[in-house]
T-cell receptor, first 112, second 114 residues
Framework: DGGITQSPKYLFRKEGQNVTLSCEQN?????MYWYRQDPGQGLRLIYY???????QKGDIAEGYSVSREKKESFPLTVTSAQKNPTAFYLC???????????FGDGTRLSIL | GENVEQHPSTLSVQEGDSAVIKCTYS??????FPWYKQELGKRPQLIID?????GEKKDQRIAVTLNKTAKHFSLHITETQPEDSAVYFC?????????????FGSGTRLQVQP
């Protein structure tokens, strides 16, 4: 969906380093989500936010942090506490109840 | 929490045949069931969804059926074409709650042989 932009497309992390993945949407959606996808597996929820200045942990939040200072932006920080960060990270957004989620193109994170 | 199981993990069919992918869910309160198609290295794309107030929905060659009593739903693709080859994910969620996030199945890799 052209309205959800993730950057960068590829990212490399050194040991002990924090990295931040960007997710921006111009769809005026209230809710935003971060998922992690490992090879051959489904998507697992990391964090979600229904409204500005509010966010909740998902199923695998340990080692990650987020912020939601603006409606259109929901950055994800992968901290050094996340010992296995190599994965494909997908950001999604939706307008409200009963509406489908739409995804960005993803960021592929690898360890150097 | 919700748990979604998806079968089979891989499916190979001949072009023109039908393909069926099945999912079961654990939370009887779930009421929204989308299906996503993901090509290699790309974003998941919504292909069809169904809500719990209907039992079946069709869109051209794609259909989804829902059995609330048994807590399972299925994706049916008829007259398969090589471009249908991708990984398909089912998902479930309870709309109108605080979370409204999807729980995904583990995916089915569909290969359509020409």
């Amino acid at each position: 969906d052209g309205g959800i932009t993730q950057s960068p497309k590829y990212l490399f992390r050194k040991e002990g380093q924090n990295v931040t993945l960007s997710c921006e949407q111009n769809l005026n959606h209230d809710a935003m989500y971060w998922y992690r996808q490992d090879p051959g597996q489904g998507l697992r929820l990391i964090y979600y936010s229904q409204i500005v200045n509010d966010f909740q942990k998902g199923d695998i939040a340990e080692g990650y942090s987020v912020s939601r200072e603006k409606k259109e932006s929901f950055p994800l920080t992968v901290t050094s506490a996340q010992k296995n960060p190599t994965a494909f990270y997908l950001c999604a957004s939706k307008q409200g109840s009963g509406q489908p989620q739409h995804f960005g193109d993803g960021t592929r994170l690898s360890i150097l | 929490g919700e748990n979604v199981e998806q079968h089979p993990s891989t499916l190979s069919v001949q072009e023109g045949d039908s393909a069926v992918i099945k999912c079961t869910y654990s939370d009887s309160a779930s009421n929204y069931f989308p299906w996503y198609k993901q090509e290699l290295g790309k974003r998941p794309q919504l292909i069809i969804d169904i809500r719990s107030n209907v039992g079946e929905k069709k869109d051209q060659r794609i259909a989804v059926t829902l059995n609330k009593t048994a807590k399972h739903f299925s994706l049916h693709i008829t007259e398969t074409q090589p471009e249908d080859s991708a990984v398909y994910f089912c998902a479930a969620s309870l709309q109108d709650t605080g979370r409204r996030a999807l729980t995904f199945g583990s995916g089915t890799r569909l290969q359509v042989q020409p």
